[in-house]
């Protein structure tokens, strides 16, 4: 390992500081500082960068301070900021290279098109010793402008293999046990979770969670460090828990540590967030869901049948088409107009009712509380659609609050 | 409420004949009280989340291994506040006046409708716009590194707190950095994507910016799970806050302000079906119950005169004695009165349609028996109620809105549910049974009428007697039951029977429907079909339903559109209109230039049909070029 340390013309010193810094990334750490020695830079983050003038008034800041960033119009086009850059780097003429690095550029594809290929170009069109490093968990054939463009150098980071991981976690090693212990520890963790999760963030984040828990044999004596068949034993079961709740975020971080602490019986009483699914809904709301969901999933045709008292014959054949039976749940819910989710709950609600307002805004509040979705564009003023987008365990649930047997009226269940 | 309130004083108080103080005294009451109740309905859950944040920004600043691990998430609130969303931004407004009072200063709350599609700037914006807002240099966007490096600036400049922050001075020190809160008040209508990169990027800013996120959330907590995918989701730190449901909201609102002897002004049982319904069938609202009784409170103080005798006792005697002739006639003319005097004998009969003078005492007499009425009405109700509430099957209802309906109705006793109820009753268990009964008896003790004090002693004698002897317990029972049947047969007659009943109630349900529940659809075809009802003019009016030839030119398209079928030739439609028209006009019905169309009328028929088109009673159709299809059923 040593010897992809040594880079002509860099300090041995200085290349050890960063492979401790970065472990299990020698390699392109070595590479990287071979082809770009001393580092002066512009970080900019492109998910944070909503505007291109955001973008630029950042590179700006951090090259040139921010009186360079004022000089920017305020909605910046490109020329400006090779206008402003080209004043400012003639005024402070670079020693360096300077280095702009853009995180997430991937997202730099949705920005308007030439400015992932000017960006590529940026030393030609300023005259200046810079660089644009593209940071990305995507592949650069996925995002190649398809005008064509100046093909950057790849650098790929290959993923942590399960040893490096466990080499780099084992490196926190908490300060009141032996280094031994934590790795014990952290290899039965990557153990548990390597399968599902290789986020290194996310799983120190596991670790430090669940450590307290593992030592918790140890505390009260029971068993030596050096024992580990008994540690895992212990920790197991409760690792295997943390992987169905505070790894999904059913619960918090927070409860999480919080039902250590607690009983058995107490914490099983801890719900976790999906478990809330039940919504309170008025009456006539209920029955506008359910007219909803009908719509969706019913075939238009269909309706004649089920909601009319007197359909007269309707022949079996030819309304059970067969590759449409029981292929509407399959397909997902289907637009309708709103005369026809209007017609359909006059027909199911069982009372009168008349076309209050209070109907109407009770559509809209439900399309805000996401259970319909407009399809047709918001300005449509003139016979909008809607999809419903909740799910037959849902519909059934409200169903069943208002004595509505809904599977009699769904053409998949006939 | 405030402002409602003022304006609603405006309205009436020149209405309310001469200084009346009673009646501004039970209105300020009556608005105050609803302030307060809700208030005090969200105390708890405001109370647990003012913790919440206190105790993210005192954890925050832990230096240990296990935090230092962790990975820094946001902590996060989810408010779950239930599908009525127009209480909402009173709880958010209360809940952000709390936290800027005690917790943070810097306390931003942000709606979906302002943070449209074009991205997290909007909201980040909006944050920097707060009161407290960086002045950063004119041309720089805003962003969330400027409003940290701000906060640095800040909490560095003055950590002692600046002079604005000194309300509450044992928070500001054992916390040099207030966190910085940020509600959004309707989650679900947020879009997805917008969040997420809001999420985003304060998760990298979270180290030196101490952010803490309120979720209002009305549907269900899977929500968010639905919305953040796990790599934003797992940035959050998310605990879960259950507001109280609205239906127990409104049961406080019904206990506190309508179940009250204090508060004479009532509603019959039409109105309060009438607004129960509203809230049941439409919006679970309570503020919007609230507003209706608000209005019903305003029409009965508008509408009946005899209303200046609906305040307190005290008053309302003194009133009596100042009531001018024609309010003493408007109560000789009150139905319950009617009724009251023709169970007289005739010599008082005489007395009381003649004698201004003794009318006023009687009256005064009656006042004093209605007040008595009331006092003893409550509690009986709930006593009812405790009985009966926990009843298989809930004969008489589980909430005690559902009784007072059917006590309001009619009498109760005579209810084929109130005999099942008192049968099952009669089957309960004696441990249960004794302890409903000491509930009852609790009750009748808080309620201090002279009256009341008897039937308490009756139910003591009962329980003791019921202590001492266990096996003649049916005996008891029954002699129990039979007694609380008297009390309710005695006094949970519905109001309608008392004489002057109507001074305190509102009976007008017709009125609130009208004004609650507006119905767009059915004025609109009212105006075209009888214009006569908007318009009042005397040459509109017509019998048997048919529209005038003077009416509006909308009126008559619309008139000769009902009798086409679902597809009407322009042309038919046109020459009819104009013959219309020329009837109108007065020409001559045999002259040669009857009906024929010019130009004029031409215009005006376009017109009438585009406004009838842009009402959504036609649309053009590509079936027919000269033929619009109808959007309306009937006719063919």
Not at chain 1, 23 to 32: D, F, K, N, S, T
Not at chain 2, 37 to 60: A, G, H, P, V
Request: glycine letters at 4%.
């Amino acid at each position: 390992m040593t010897a992809l340390l040594q880079h002509p013309g860099y300090d041995e010193e200085r290349l050890k500081g960063v492979a401790e810094k970065l472990p299990c990334r020698e390699v392109q750490a070595g590479m990287l500082l071979s082809l770009m020695g001393q580092l002066s830079h512009a970080t900019v983050s492109c998910v944070e960068c909503v505007s291109i003038a955001l973008l630029f008034e950042q590179v700006l800041l951090s090259f040139f301070g921010c009186d360079a960033a004022s000089l920017l119009p305020r909605s910046p086009s490109l020329s400006d900021f090779v206008r402003v850059y080209r004043q400012q780097c003639s005024q402070s003429p670079a020693k360096q290279t300077r280095y702009i690095v853009m995180e997430k550029a991937e997202l730099l594809r949705d920005t308007d098109a030439s400015l992932l290929s000017a960006l590529l170009r940026l030393q030609e069109l300023v005259e200046d010793n810079v660089t644009v490093i593209l940071l990305s968990e995507i592949a650069w054939d996925k995002f190649r402008p398809n005008t064509g463009c100046f093909e950057p150098l790849l650098l790929h980071f290959p993923d942590y293999s399960k040893s490096e991981l466990q080499q780099i976690l084992s490196q926190n090693v908490h300060p009141s046990y032996s280094a031994g212990f934590y790795s014990a520890y952290i290899n039965i963790l990557l153990g548990v979770f390597y399968s599902v999760c290789r986020d290194l963030r996310e799983l120190r984040h596991l670790a430090a969670l669940n450590f307290s828990k593992f030592c918790e044999p140890l505390a009260e004596g029971k068993v030596k460090e050096t024992d580990t068949h008994k540690l895992w034993k212990h920790i197991e079961p409760h690792l295997k828990k943390a992987m169905q709740t505070v790894y999904l975020r059913e619960v918090s971080s927070l409860q999480w540590e919080q039902m250590q602490q607690m009983e058995e019986e107490e914490a099983g009483a801890l719900r976790g967030l999906s478990a809330h699914t039940h919504v309170e809904l008025p009456y006539y709301s209920k029955f506008l869901l359910i007219a909803a969901y009908l719509a969706s999933y019913n075939p238009a045709r269909t309706d004649k049948r089920f909601f009319l008292k007197h359909h007269g014959k309707i022949r079996k054949t030819n309304f059970l088409k067969k590759n449409e039976k029981t292929s509407n749940h399959l397909l997902g819910p289907k637009p309708f107009p709103l005369d026809r989710l209007l017609a359909i709950f006059y027909s199911v609600v069982d009372s009168r009712v008349a076309p209050t307002a209070s109907i109407f805004s009770q559509i809209s509040s439900l399309v805000t509380l996401q259970l319909l979705a407009q399809v047709s564009h918001d300005d449509q003023l003139d016979a909008p659609k809607y999809k419903c987008a909740v799910s037959l365990d849902f519909i059934c649930a409200i169903a069943r609050t208002v004595n509505f047997d809904i599977v009699k009226y769904l053409y998949d269940f006939l | 409420m405030g402002e409602i309130r003022e304006c609603l004083y405006k309205i009436c108080l020149p209405e309310l004949s001469g200084g009346f103080s009673g009646i501004k005294l039970l209105m300020s009451c009556f608005f105050v009280r609803t302030d307060v109740l809700q208030d005090e309905l969200n105390r708890t859950i405001l109370d647990s989340l003012l913790d919440f944040t206190r105790k993210c920004s005192s954890t925050r600043q832990n230096s240990d291994w296990t935090s230092q691990m962790r990975a820094s998430e946001i902590p996060t609130a989810a408010l779950m506040l239930g599908v009525n969303v127009p209480d909402h931004d009173m709880t958010f407004q209360s809940l952000s006046d709390m936290l800027k009072q005690s917790v943070s200063p810097h306390v931003a709350s942000v709606q979906a409708k302002e943070c449209g599609g074009k991205g997290f700037r909007d909201q980040s914006e909006i944050i920097l716009c707060s009161p407290h807002s960086p002045r950063v240099h004119r041309s720089m966007h805003c962003s969330l590194g400027i409003l940290c490096d701000w906060y640095t600036a800040r909490t560095k400049k003055s950590p002692t707190g600046t002079p604005g922050k000194k309300r509450s001075s044992q928070v500001r020190d054992e916390q040099q950095q207030p966190p910085v809160v940020i509600i959004f008040k309707d989650l679900e209508a947020f879009n997805p994507r917008v969040l997420q990169d809001f999420i985003l990027i304060c998760s990298q800013y979270i180290d030196r910016l101490p952010l803490t996120f309120i979720f209002g959330i009305a549907t269900s907590p899977s929500t968010i799970q639905h919305m953040l995918p796990h790599s934003v989701s797992s940035l959050l730190c998310i605990e879960l806050f259950q507001s109280l449901s609205c239906t127990q909201h409104l049961a406080t609102v019904i206990d506190k302000l309508i179940l009250a002897s204090r508060i004479h002004f009532k509603l019959n049982g039409k109105v309060m079906q009438v607004l129960i319904g509203v809230f049941l069938y439409h919006d679970f609202s309570v503020r919007n119950f609230i507003k209706g009784l608000q209005l019903a409170l305003l029409e009965h103080f508008h509408s009946q005169p005899l209303s200046v005798l609906c305040c307190k006792k005290k008053q309302a005697l003194f009133n009596v004695t100042q009531l001018s002739k024609p309010n003493l006639d408007r109560i000789r003319q009150l139905p319950s009165f009617k009724r009251y005097v023709e169970k007289q004998e005739a010599q008082e009969q005489v007395n009381l349609m003649t004698d201004d003078s003794h009318l006023k005492e009687v009256c005064q007499q009656l006042i004093k028996d209605l007040h008595k009425y009331h006092k003893n009405y409550y509690p009986i109700l709930r006593c009812l109620h405790t009985l009966t509430s926990s009843l298989p099957r809930y004969p008489l209802g589980k909430q005690i809105r559902e009784l007072y309906l059917i006590c309001l109705a009619k009498n109760v006793w005579e209810n084929e549910d109130y005999q099942s109820a008192m049968k099952l009753v009669k089957m309960l268990a004696k441990g249960e049974m004794v302890s409903l009964l000491q509930k009852c008896v609790e009750i009748l003790q808080l309620s201090k009428s002279k009256k009341m004090k008897n039937a308490l002693t009756l139910l003591e004698m009962n329980e003791s007697r019921r202590a001492k002897r266990l096996s003649p317990f049916e005996n008891l029972r029954n002699e129990a039951l039979e007694f609380i049947d008297n009390l309710v047969k005695s006094h949970l007659s519905p109001p309608e029977s008392q004489p002057l009943y109507e001074v305190c109630y509102y009976s007008s349900s017709a009125t609130v429907r009208r004004h609650l529940n507006a119905t767009p659809r059915t004025s609109i075809q009212a105006a075209l079909s009888n214009p006569y009802y908007y318009l009042q003019n005397d040459s509109l009016k017509s019998e048997d339903g048919t529209v005038s030839n003077t009416a509006p030119d909308i009126c008559i398209a619309y008139k000769l559109h009902l009798e086409c079928g679902r597809l009407i030739n322009l042309y038919d439609w046109l020459e009819a209109y104009s013959t219309v028209v020329s009837a109108a006009e007065g020409n001559d019905q045999d002259s040669e230039n009857f009906g024929k169309v010019d130009e004029v009328k031409h215009a005006r028929f376009i017109r009438a049909v585009s406004a009838l088109e842009f009402l959504g009673f036609i649309k053009s159709t590509k079936q027919k070029t000269d033929h619009v299809a109808r959007l309306t059923w009937g006719g063919c």
